[in-house]
């Protein structure tokens, strides 16, 4: 399999992410068979598969090559034996060839020939210097940063694109790449404009359709402009459609045109040293005159002996005879004739130096040219004036586009025999040969001819001619011919390179919508592309002036030459290990300079230009980013990121935050089913609400098990995870571990999620609603033990009770509250969690409420007035309400649900039997009890016996009691996995529920005794959990009363007990604590302040 067909493979998939081709790693399955033979390498034969031998390596090295996919590929494909052809075709132009003369061919082009002469005269030899000199100066620092990323390694076909596109990534790749892709096409509009400009004004002149009379010349050549471009470019467009081929073949034609055109213009300076060509130029006053409106320069002529009066007389006199009213200022001045071209030893230079802007319309008048002022007439001007006004940012941008085409070389990368030698070297000395052809010209046009002429943009004065043609020797045909092919030729470059670049950027499917122009001909021809770039060359033509469309296109250059210094000093400034150019002069503070003028110059031509180019490059990067394919290309943009990320995380780790800056910075802990999906997505929708993409989420899952066996299942369950993420709109990091046992895990992600100082402050966890139901006590456990850690760690916890009864993102609440029941201060949480749910949409219009309670002892009216201020100095609107508790006996039901709490907890402990045994004993507990309550239904005994409420499961009217099954340790729980379920059920009637609630403290009765054979007493309850009971029960009714139909309920979270022994009291006293209430977030502080009073 040879190397062309390796590389022109399709991009291969690693771990899911698309990868580019490469010749040094990936291999075909045929190569691999010749990777390994013998048993020398024995040792290393498992990992032959994925990395090759250093021999197989150096051979790929040796025949790597990169044809570029373009023209001559294309072309070869119509052929039968194209393939062939492919095959033995190897890259021979060299840097003079393939580099250096397409640079000069592109740079040098339709402004130097049809404004360049204009320029210097309008903006004085001085400026004009200045202003070449800029842009000279940019072009050269932007090679010099584009010789640096072409070096640093092999460059595919693909030029600037390319190269801006891997360094900076997609999003900037793509930005730019299509504003350099407007750009030239723009670029082809231009110069089809200069190609029907020099075709009407200078060839044949008669070929108008449009004639413009009584002032309206101007306004006829924009509509001329107009048909005959329209024409043309469909003309080039079928031209490129048929055969590229044949615009490569006249390639070289239009290169000996504009080389011809150079040394002629420098053969007619040297010339006029010596013998200036005789180019007459007529002045009234002061005033240069149109040459189409007389035929001698003068007044009257002697004929026969009689003074006859000229065509001259006739413009500004209203008959011909002698003694004719006549225009004041053609009376009072006279008419003189002076050579436009005075040559270089004339002197006119200093005349020339310096500036000479003005508005619309303004006359084209010689410096130092006696001329008496006087009142013009109504008679029409015959003089040359400014088409339009004209000022210094106005000719940067109409001069720009002349010093463009410097990345014609590293669009043929492809091509080159070594790219790497020959685009720096190629491009730089095209960019320097150029920049003194500029340089020069300034100079000797400032010296060798007339201002006035100079002015004159569309040689009015002598006689129709091209300016810079009447300089050139032998002919100025030479120069008109030369410069008419050239614009074509460049012209027709344009439509065949622009619709190639976009092809590239829609197959590298970063922009989605661009995706059908990546589709063509068979033989890989971008039709379609071509089609839209005709259409964006039409507007250009519609534009029909070169003076407006010139800006237009110096804004995508600049911008494009702006990202290539970007993406070389962004690289040299990271030090990327991969950052190894072979081209040696480079130095970022070049590169910012260079980027620093690109970015001025853009202001200084069109601010407005300027501004709408930014806006469509950031529409572009901003659609990309979020629309656009995921492309993974090593940029330098990550780089930049990665080191941000970390200078800040150095900075952030130096001190903890201050209040002021405190915000949750959540750890949310998913449970996942038998299918590694995320069993409580609400819970990721609880979290978008409360952070709204600010701060940092870190979603962890734990998996049990080994890594090495689990490894799928961990890939599989994170994929799961961040698409739950994704349709939940939750912005944040995915982190699944694989653990031995889940509590281990989620003490590991509790310790070790975050880095530096992006860590969690913050867990948020769903109450495990089926706690009793659990066939061992392992998920509680766990539970308490989250908690217990969370604390240990000073970190603020979150439990979301009923979660998947918590509102989605799309639903909206249109009233309502959000209570917050602060019983005890720990920090601030409380008041702050609401008002971030506020900043939600979901949670937009619900009013806060808080409440505290106030023992018998406290000041309920003072606490009102106190906490009414405290919010009013923490900038929070919330309605107050002191709930008094008074001091009441314990009632019944608080002993009820002690007893039956700790006669559970009793039975859990003395279950330690082996499964026979505890099946049987938990058998005849289960008949028992249902006899003793079928005793209780028929007798209707009404003796004042307590009927022993045992659990409310649902608003169902049932009640049930479930026995989960303990092990001793987490081992003997693992091995028992396959246990089954022990539980006791016992059903009670709601009426019977309530009458128990209410009714008064009475002695324990034979009812317990028959439920569970044992007999505990009141008496022998513990106290302490007969206390935290009734606290449980007095603030449950409390709540209830108030909150039963708030959207949620925030709740101080009781911490668990610090002897073990207690913690399924524990589960139970939360579960009474939040009885009857819907959505309830239990929030337990970090042991720090999260809001403050001040500012």
């Known amino acids: 399999m040879n190397v062309q067909d390796d590389e022109e493979s399709a991009p291969s998939l690693r771990d899911g992410n698309p990868q580019e081709s490469s010749p040094f790693i990936n291999s075909s399955d045929l190569d691999r068979g010749n990777l390994y033979d013998g048993k020398n390498m024995a040792l290393f034969e498992e990992e032959m598969d ?71 005269g309008t903006a004085g030899i001085l400026e004009s210097f200045a202003i070449v000199f800029m842009c000279c100066s940019c072009t050269m620092l932007t090679a010099i940063s584009m010789s640096a990323i072409a070096t640093n390694g092999v460059v595919p076909a693909g030029g600037s694109y390319y190269m801006i596109s891997r360094s900076l990534g997609p999003e900037f790749g793509g930005a730019v790449g299509l504003c350099f892709y407007l750009g030239t096409t723009f670029a082809g509009s231009m110069y089809i404009l200069g190609t029907i400009e020099i075709l009407l004004t200078y060839i044949v002149p008669n070929a108008a359709i449009f004639k413009g009379e009584n002032g309206g010349e101007s306004e006829a050549m924009l509509n001329n402009m107009r048909v005959y471009g329209t024409c043309c470019i469909i003309l080039m467009a079928l031209v490129v459609y048929v055969g590229v081929k044949y615009v490569n073949k006249l390639a070289l034609v239009f290169l000996a045109c504009v080389m011809l055109s150079i040394f002629a213009i420098y053969a007619g300076v040297i010339k006029s040293a010596f013998d200036p060509p005789d180019f007459p130029v007529c002045l009234l006053g002061n005033r240069i005159l149109l040459s189409r409106n007389y035929d001698v320069c003068a007044k009257v002529v002697i004929e026969a002996n009689e003074t006859v009066t000229t065509k001259l007389w006739s413009l500004f006199c209203d008959s011909p005879s002698l003694n004719a009213s006549c225009n004041e200022y053609f009376k009072m001045n006279n008419v003189t004739e002076i050579k436009g071209i005075p040559g270089l030893a004339s002197g006119v230079i200093t005349d020339n130096l310096w500036r000479d802007y003005g508005p619309q319309g303004m006359l084209v008048e010689k410096k130092g040219q006696p001329s008496i002022s006087a009142p013009d007439s109504e008679f029409t001007s015959p003089y040359v004036s400014n088409d339009i006004a004209t000022f210094f940012t106005l000719l940067v941008g109409i001069y720009f586009p002349s010093v463009t085409g410097i990345m014609a070389g590293s669009n043929r990368s492809g091509d080159l025999k070594d790219a790497q030698k020959s685009i720096p070297v190629g491009t730089i000395m095209a960019i320097a040969t150029t920049s003194f052809i500029y340089m020069s010209c300034v100079i000797l046009f400032g010296a060798c001819i007339e201002g006035v002429v100079l002015r004159d943009k569309f040689g009015e004065a002598v006689s129709g001619n091209l300016v810079i043609g009447i300089l050139s020797w032998p002919s100025p045909w030479v120069i008109v011919i030369g410069s008419f092919f050239s614009t074509c030729g ?8 622009a619709p190639r670049l976009l092809q590239a950027i829609a197959r590298d ?14 033989n890989g021809e971008p039709t379609w592309a071509l089609l839209l770039t005709a259409g964006i060359c039409e507007i250009g033509i519609l534009i029909a002036s070169l003076d407006l469309v010139a800006p237009i296109l110096s804004m995508f250059f600049l911008m494009c030459y702006m990202f290539v210094n970007l993406a070389c000093a962004v690289q040299t400034l990271l030090c990327t290990p991969n950052w190894r150019p072979r081209f040696k002069f480079y130095h970022w503070t070049l590169s910012f300079l260079g980027m620093s003028l690109c970015l001025a110059l853009m202001f200084i031509c069109s601010w407005y230009y300027a501004l709408i180019a930014m806006l469509i490059a950031g ?3 901003k659609y990309i980013e979020y629309r656009g394919a995921e492309k993974e290309w090593g940029d330098g943009i990550r780089g930049l990121s990665l080191n941000a990320a970390r200078y800040a995380l150095i900075r952030l780790e130096e001190a903890p935050p201050h209040t002021k800056n405190w915000r949750p910075q959540l750890m949310v802990l998913l449970n996942l089913d038998s299918e590694q999906n995320v069993k409580h997505a609400r819970l990721l929708s609880f979290t978008t609400q409360l952070k709204a993409g600010k701060g940092l989420t870190i979603v962890g899952s734990v998996i049990e098990g080994t890594y090495m066996v689990k490894r799928p299942e961990a890939k599989q369950s994170e994929q799961n995870v961040k698409s739950a993420m994704a349709a939940e709109k939750t912005k944040g990091f995915c982190h699944v571990v694989v653990s031995s046992n889940l509590r281990d895990g989620f003490s590991h992600l509790i310790q070790s999620a975050g880095l530096g100082g992006m860590k969690h402050n913050t867990v948020l966890m769903a109450w495990p609603n089926l706690w009793k139901q659990q066939e061992d006590p392992i998920s509680w456990r766990n539970f308490i033990e989250t908690v217990r850690e969370t604390t240990a760690a000073h970190q603020a916890l979150l439990v979301a009770k009923n979660i998947d009864s918590f509102p989605s993102n799309q639903e909206r609440f249109s009233n309502g509250t959000i209570d917050v029941w602060w019983i005890v201060h720990d920090g601030g949480l409380l008041m702050l969690l609401p008002f971030l749910l506020q900043q939600h949409k979901v949670w937009r219009k619900c009013k806060m409420r808080i409440f505290t309670v106030a023992q018998m002892v406290d000041n309920s009216i003072q606490m009102k007035k106190d906490l009414q201020m405290f919010l009013y100095h923490l900038r929070l609107n919330a309605e107050v309400e002191v709930v008094e508790m008074h001091e009441s006996d314990i009632s019944a039901f608080t002993y009820e649900k002690t007893l039956v709490m700790e006669q559970r907890s009793q039975m859990l402990k003395q279950m330690q039997l082996s499964r026979n045994e505890r099946e049987r004993e938990i058998q005849s507990i289960t008949d028992g009890s249902r006899s003793s309550i079928r005793r209780k239904n028929h007798s209707n005994q009404s003796d004042g016996q307590d009927e022993i409420v045992i659990q409310l499961a649902d608003k169902e009217e049932e009640a049930q009691l479930i026995h989960d099954r303990n092990t001793a340790s987490h081992a003997a729980i693992s091995k028992k996995v396959d246990a089954v379920p022990d539980r006791v059920h016992m059903t009670w009637t709601k009426e019977k529920f309530t009458a128990e609630r209410n009714r008064n403290r009475e002695p324990a009765g034979i009812g317990v005794r028959d439920l569970f054979n044992m007999k505990p007493e009141w008496e022998s309850l513990n106290q302490s959990n007969v206390r935290r009971m009734h606290t449980a029960v007095k603030l449950n009714e409390v709540v209830v009363n108030k909150s039963q139909d708030a959207h949620l309920v925030l709740l101080n979270m009781p911490g668990p007990p610090k002897n073990k022994c207690g913690d399924e009291n524990y589960m139970e006293f939360l579960e009474v604590l939040t009885e009857g209430l819907n959505r309830v977030l239990l929030v337990r502080g970090g042991g720090r302040e999260v809001i403050t009073i001040y500012s």
Do not use: D
């Open 50 to 120: 994925s990395n090759p031998m250093v021999s197989s390596l150096l051979n790929k090295l040796a025949n790597y090559t990169n044809l570029t996919q373009g023209v001559v590929e294309h072309e070869e494909a119509e052929n039968n034996e194209g393939a062939r052809k492919k095959e033995i075709k190897s890259p021979r132009m060299g840097t003079f060839i393939g580099v250096y003369l397409p640079c000069l061919q592109n740079i040098l082009g339709v402004i130097l020939f049809l404004r360049f002469t204009w320029i210097v």
């Open 490 to 497: 460049a012209g027709l470059q344009s439509l065949t390179g």
């Open 509 to 522: 499917g970063i922009v989605p919508f661009l995706q059908v122009f990546g589709h063509g001909k068979a």
């Open 619 to 621: 529409c572009i990067y």
